[in-house]
């Protein structure tokens, strides 16, 4: 008999229960409004340097409110300047190379060569001269064979110093070839990259807040070694701030992406803030179990994201919200 009365108990239960969600989803869709229960949802970036090394500051705390562009955190720059200032040196290096090839031969150097040919020729022609004398006197045997021998390598040497002397004339004279001054063309475009990256890991040294927010974690400290993409710190971002919430699969059709909605806390009950539905999912899912609505925990829902307004910064991460979507100020459902 008392199982029956406890029977009889959940199954009145049940009846009003449903009666009850039935009279208030009627209330709503008569009012125009549609209700759902969700949470905060703030998108956080994880912060760290781009190249490794010691740092020498950390200039916020945790709760610290930045703004974007405001600076963070740095390393010790020391060795990234002088890697840059290295590769200024190899830049200016380069440049004065090609300058050089560019410009050619000096006029000095010219003539410096021009000098020699003729100082050369002289001594070719002092040589040939002696050369015809010996050739005439060593018939009658004035002059011995040894010594007209020695005077002709003497002018055959003379004449190949001459050819050296008339070479070295000719490329002062045309200067440095294309190739070469193509090359040194490539060698500055190549310290040109190099002064880049250098200028790139000096900048990489420090930390700037990406959007203005608030600092959630401090993970290192001045002094700490810390290597290329180690997080330093986390941001949590003031937009976009969204609410996660689900909607039943009956009242799909009643929400569309802008759709006005307002957003209750618990803790101010009375100053809802601003929002509109920004995606909709087009998948089914069963409810998780942060729903709070025990209806809607046995239904197949769909996730719902409402882009809202903080301007007080009062909504923060993970706060369960209720979420009134406001059919009534519907103009034109999107096709």
Same mark, same amino acid.
């Given at each position: 008999?008392?199982?029956?009365?406890?029977?009889?108990?959940?199954?009145?239960?049940?009846?009003?229960?449903?009666?009850?969600?039935?009279?208030?989803?009627?209330?709503?869709?008569?009012?125009?409004?549609?209700?759902?229960?969700?949470?905060?949802?703030?998108?956080?970036?994880?912060?760290?340097?781009?190249?490794?090394?010691?740092?020498?500051?950390?200039?916020?705390?945790?709760?610290?409110?930045?703004?974007?562009?405001?600076?963070?955190?740095?390393?010790?720059?020391?060795?990234? !300047?002088?890697?840059?200032?290295?590769?200024? #040196?190899? &830049?200016?290096? +380069?440049? =004065? *190379? /090609?300058?050089?090839?560019?410009? @050619?031969?000096?006029?000095?150097?010219?003539?410096?060569?021009?000098?020699?040919?003729?100082?050369?020729?002289?001594?070719?022609?002092?040589?040939?001269?002696?050369?015809?004398?010996?050739?005439?006197?060593?018939?009658?045997?004035?002059?011995? !064979?040894?010594?007209?021998?020695?005077?002709? #390598?003497? &002018?055959?040497? +003379?004449? =190949? *110093? /001459?050819?050296?002397?008339?070479? @070295?004339?000719?490329?002062?004279?045309?200067?440095?070839?294309?190739?070469?001054?193509?090359?040194?063309?490539?060698?500055?475009?190549?310290?040109?990259?190099?002064?880049?990256?250098?200028?790139?890991?000096?900048?990489?040294?420090?930390?700037?807040?990406?959007?203005?927010?608030?600092?959630?974690?401090?993970?290192?400290?001045?002094? =700490?070694?810390?290597?290329?993409?180690?997080?330093?710190?986390?941001?949590?971002?003031?937009?976009?701030?969204?609410?996660?919430?689900?909607?039943?699969?009956?009242?799909?059709?009643?929400?569309?992406?802008?759709?006005?909605?307002?957003?209750?806390?618990?803790?101010?009950?009375?100053?809802?803030?601003?929002?509109?539905?920004?995606?909709?999912?087009?998948?089914?899912?069963?409810?998780?179990?942060?729903?709070?609505?025990?209806?809607?925990?046995?239904?197949?829902?769909?996730?719902?994201?409402?882009?809202?307004?903080?301007?007080?910064?009062?909504?923060?991460?993970?706060?369960?919200?209720?979420?009134?979507?406001?059919?009534?100020?519907?103009?034109?459902?999107?096709?």
């Amino acid at each position: 008999m008392k199982k029956k009365l406890i029977l009889l108990l959940v199954i009145l239960i049940a009846v009003a229960g449903g009666f009850a969600y039935r009279t208030l989803y009627n209330e709503e869709s008569a009012a125009g409004q549609l209700t759902l229960y969700g949470n905060v949802d703030i998108r956080k970036a994880d912060l760290g340097f781009r190249v490794g090394g010691r740092i020498a500051e950390v200039l916020v705390e945790e709760g610290d409110r930045v703004q974007p562009g405001q600076l963070l955190a740095r390393l010790d720059k020391t060795p990234y !300047q002088d890697e840059l200032n290295l590769a200024q #040196a190899q &830049l200016e290096q +380069a440049a =004065a *190379r /090609l300058k050089k090839m560019e410009a @050619g031969t000096r006029p000095q150097e010219i003539a410096q060569a021009a000098a020699l040919v003729r100082e050369r020729q002289a001594s070719v022609k002092n040589l040939q001269t002696d050369y015809q004398r010996q050739k005439d006197l060593i018939e009658t045997g004035a002059v011995s !064979q040894q010594s007209f021998d020695n005077t002709t #390598a003497a &002018l055959a040497e +003379a004449e =190949a *110093r /001459l050819a050296t002397a008339r070479e @070295g004339l000719n490329l002062a004279r045309e200067g440095f070839r294309s190739e070469d001054i193509e090359a040194a063309r490539a060698d500055l475009q190549a310290s040109k990259a190099r002064l880049a990256g250098a200028n790139t890991r000096l900048a990489d040294t420090e930390i700037k807040a990406p959007q203005a927010g608030i600092i959630l974690t401090r993970v290192e400290e001045p002094g =700490a070694i810390v290597a290329s993409g180690q997080i330093v710190l986390t941001l949590a971002l003031d937009t976009p701030l969204w609410i996660r919430a689900y909607v039943a699969e009956p009242d799909l059709g009643r929400v569309y992406p802008g759709m006005p909605a307002k957003v209750y806390t618990d803790s101010a009950p009375d100053r809802p803030y601003k929002g509109q539905v920004g995606f909709i999912s087009p998948e089914a899912e069963f409810t998780p179990k942060s729903v709070q609505t025990e209806e809607l925990r046995t239904r197949l829902v769909y996730q719902l994201r409402i882009v809202a307004d903080n301007p007080d910064h009062g909504l923060r991460q993970g706060m369960p919200v209720t979420v009134r979507l406001m059919e009534k100020e519907r103009q034109a459902r999107p096709e």
